[in-house]
């Protein structure tokens, strides 16, 4: 299934600000079918209102797990006030991972 308009744009921002070696962008909206936040912002059912992000980038090299993820808020502040609902991260070094 294709990226849509909001993780394209997500990807986008978070590309730019962090550099990942790694970034998957899920869009779980479809478990969350029948939430009063379901559909987005194209107003579809399951469609691009909870993502699962996880995040590779030498960004986050000492710097703490809170602190990692108000990173990523910022970065989406847009996204959050809008169309996505809910946003689950998972943000790491490459030493933590692996990669």
Do not use: C, W, Y
């Not at 550099?19 to 969350?32: G, K, M, N, V, W």
């Not at 960004?59 to 169309?83: D, I, K, S, T, Y």
């Amino acid at each position: 299934m294709p990226e849509g308009p909001i993780a394209s744009i997500m990807r986008e921002k978070l590309m730019a600000a962090f550099q990942p070696t790694r970034l998957e962008l899920e869009d779980d909206s479809a478990r969350h079918a029948g939430h009063h936040h379901e559909g987005g912002m194209d107003a579809r059912p399951g469609g691009e209102s909870h993502f699962n992000l996880t995040i590779v980038s030498e960004a986050f090299a000492g710097v703490g797990r809170v602190q990692r993820q108000r990173a990523v808020n910022a970065v989406l502040a847009q996204e959050l006030a809008g169309p996505v609902h809910a946003l689950s991260i998972r943000a790491q070094t490459p030493d933590e991972t692996g990669d």
